[in-house]
């Protein structure tokens, strides 16, 4: 049935679904399974109560959103760029496959995240001390003070004013911000919250081949990304879907956020 352009009729038990004529099933099923499946489940049936279910949602209602996401109508760090790499094909083949499958019945487990997005290639250094602390912010929606750094590999491209190659590593250490009276963040006079724990890192890295890990609609070039504790140990079953969706869309600043910062600090 691949490639062919038909009408789906399916019974669902409850139902009927109609997905949309002139879109092809087996594409929007192999986008699915290989993109769309590591938030919203390979049937439609998220990994998260953060990502809502699409399962048995209007086809229409889907082509809607999406385009809405490619065309940056709606706002949303993760969807403007996984829609940004959708044609207008692509988004009917999805939309027609996900409104063929059942919903979610009520009380029923989330999907588990595709093991091949699962977090497992990068390991968090067991010392900062060779790396250049380049960037300090704060996270107004998390409370907390960070600090950026990057390995010599980083540092070299950076200023070089060259893409970032395999071998670079950049770390994020998170501190949780002290609190007043009101609740917000203490602010030094620095600028920057006052921060009283380290609760945990962040890190990516890229390594020769590392990006065949995934397709290319989502792929970093090379990146992996990794989430870990407070005593350096990796959080598990952390997905990286969201990581490569909101990073994509940087290709050409190595798909850095803070690459100007980097090659600042690199050249002084």
């Not at 594409?27 to 399974?33: Q, R, T």
């Not at 048995?56 to 109508?73: C, V």
């Not at 990006?211 to 870990?228: A, C, L, S, T």
Request: glycine fraction near 10%; hydrophobic fraction near 40%; charged fraction near 20%.
């Amino acid at each position: 049935m691949n490639g062919l352009k038909y009408a789906v009729v399916l019974s669902m038990g409850f139902g009927i679904v109609s997905a949309a004529e002139g879109a092809d099933f087996e594409p929007g099923k192999n986008i699915a399974a290989t993109v769309c499946a590591a938030c919203h489940g390979a049937n439609g049936i998220s990994v998260s109560d953060r990502f809502p279910n699409l399962a048995g949602q209007r086809r229409p209602y889907i082509e809607k959103q999406l385009k809405a996401f490619k065309s940056k109508k709606r706002k949303h760090g993760i969807m403007n760029g996984i829609a940004g790499a959708l044609s207008k094909a692509d988004m009917a083949n999805v939309a027609a496959f996900y409104a063929s499958q059942p919903g979610a019945q009520a009380g029923a487990a989330n999907s588990k995240p595709p093991a091949g997005y699962i977090a497992k290639r990068v390991k968090l250094p067991a010392s900062l001390s060779g790396f250049v602390h380049y960037m300090t912010f704060n996270h107004k929606g998390r409370k907390q003070l960070r600090k950026v750094y990057a390995n010599r590999i980083a540092i070299q491209a950076a200023k070089a004013g060259e893409q970032l190659p395999d071998g670079s590593v950049i770390v994020v250490e998170q501190f949780k911000a002290k609190l007043g009276p009101d609740k917000k963040p203490v602010v030094g006079a620095d600028g920057f919250y006052v921060s009283t724990k380290r609760v945990g890192f962040t890190a990516m890295e890229r390594q020769a081949g590392w990006g065949d890990d995934f397709p290319e609609m989502i792929r970093n070039g090379n990146w992996h990304y990794g989430v870990f504790k407070a005593d350096r140990s990796a959080r598990p079953n952390v997905s990286q879907a969201s990581c490569l969706s909101c990073h994509k869309p940087f290709a050409a600043d190595s798909f850095l956020f803070t690459i100007k910062q980097l090659r600042v600090a690199a050249n002084k």
